[in-house]
């Protein structure tokens, strides 16, 4: 989600009220502390928590300190605010569920791996037979056939662009 203003930034969703309705905006936290500098100018100021006082055991960063600067101190603070965090990017993405990233798509089956991994050989091995005839016909001077399996290897490789292999 980019921001609506600058529409550089990551964005995450704000709930202003305006006329007597609720409107929700998606900024970046600096596009939203010049638009509304009358709210807590907080990187994550919108999310809820009672944990402001508690500190990192490793450097001692607080909660608070995260909300208004949205750095951590060192790797630990992950483990320290660890709820707190997931519950951040949580309202930042509008995710509902899950926090874990799953990838682009879906898992792929054991079959269609052994497919992809058979048409990837099968490949592999016709490209290499071109070559090798290739390569044949150049030092025994047959140059029309050298021609004929450059173009076999072009269309070859062309397919194998076109079906990902």
């Not at 969703?13 to 939203?32: M, S």
């Not at 709210?39 to 607080?62: H, I, L, R, Y």
């Not at 483990?79 to 930042?92: D, I, K, N, P, S």
Request: aromatic residues 6%.
């Amino acid at each position: 989600m980019i921001c609506e203003n600058c529409g550089k930034n990551p964005a995450q969703k704000f709930i202003r009220k305006a006329g007597g309705q609720e409107v929700v905006v998606e900024l970046c936290p600096a596009c939203y502390g010049k638009l509304y500098p009358e709210k807590e100018n907080g990187f994550f100021a919108d999310v809820p928590s009672a944990a402001d006082g508690k500190a990192c055991p490793s450097c001692g960063t607080t909660m608070a300190q995260f909300r208004s600067t949205g750095l951590l101190g060192c790797a630990d603070c992950y483990t320290a605010f660890r709820g707190e965090l997931v519950e951040a990017v949580r309202g930042m993405q509008g995710i509902r569920g899950e926090v874990r990233h799953t990838g682009k798509r879906p898992e792929s089956s054991a079959e269609e791996k052994e497919e992809k991994y058979d048409r990837a050989r099968d490949y592999a091995a016709r490209r290499e037979g071109i070559i090798e005839r290739l390569e044949a016909a150049m030092r025994t001077g047959d140059y029309a056939a050298a021609r004929q399996l450059q173009r076999e290897l072009k269309a070859l490789n062309a397919r194998s662009m076109k079906e990902d292999v």
